[in-house]
């Protein structure tokens, strides 16, 4: 069963129904019960980061999921819920992340070409490092995913495991260890995001 974790950010029917159309039991949430039963961990968001982590962290699920972490449950961060995964972030000001992932979280403005639009909407490439990550053992180089954000991962080259171009080379996906982000949505990204949701499903 995969636990997504509910701490009152984010729209996941989309993400719901794609778990069911791949055949996973997915269920949202906040009891600590359900996700200590949990094989896989899902951690979604949108929004503005300052506010998700301060309800991440006044719901308690912010120490159970780093609880869970610990003891090596796969996770898999979905856009807000990948930035999240990051010691920082500068959105607004400076906020602490989970501290998951080596790096912070920074405006791709200034950072993409003048005529590029941001935030960036749309389909984009991704490139994968020299060695594929588990979560991509169904994607060929250049599989295409759909991006909604404004923040970018930075200064996390060692945890990198996807990019893609918009202009200037961006970070699309991080891993470390258990912990898994990607900046897409593939509950919106078509057969692409159902291949990367069923190989998280088989870790």
């Known amino acids: 069963m995969i636990a997504i974790i509910d701490y009152g950010v984010g729209n996941i029917f ?64 979905i856009c807000l819920g990948m930035q999240l995964l990051f010691e920082k972030s500068f959105e ?11 790096g912070s979280v920074r405006t791709m403005e200034g950072v993409v070409p003048e005529g590029y639009k941001v935030p960036h909407i749309g389909w984009n490439r991704l490139h994968f490092t020299e060695k594929k990550s588990p979560i991509f053992r169904y994607l060929s180089e250049g599989d295409f995913v759909y991006f909604v954000h404004t923040y970018y991962g930075t200064d996390c080259e060692s945890a990198t495991i996807a990019t893609t171009d918009y202009g200037a080379e961006l970070t699309a996906a991080v891993s470390a260890d258990n912990v898994y982000g990607v900046q897409f949505h593939p509950e919106k990204s078509g057969e692409t995001g159902m291949k990367i949701l069923k190989a998280f499903c088989e870790l």
């Open 14 to 77: 989309s993400l719901e129904s794609s778990l069911r159309y791949i055949g996973a039991e997915a269920i949202l949430t906040k009891d600590p019960e359900m996700i200590d039963r949990a094989e896989k961990l899902i951690l979604p968001g949108v929004g503005a980061f300052g506010d998700a982590a301060e309800k991440l962290r006044n719901s308690g699920m912010a120490e159970l999921v780093c609880r869970q972490i610990k003891e090596r449950k796969p996770l898999l961060g």
């Open 92 to 102: 607004y000001g400076e906020h602490r992340g989970l501290g998951l992932i080596p």
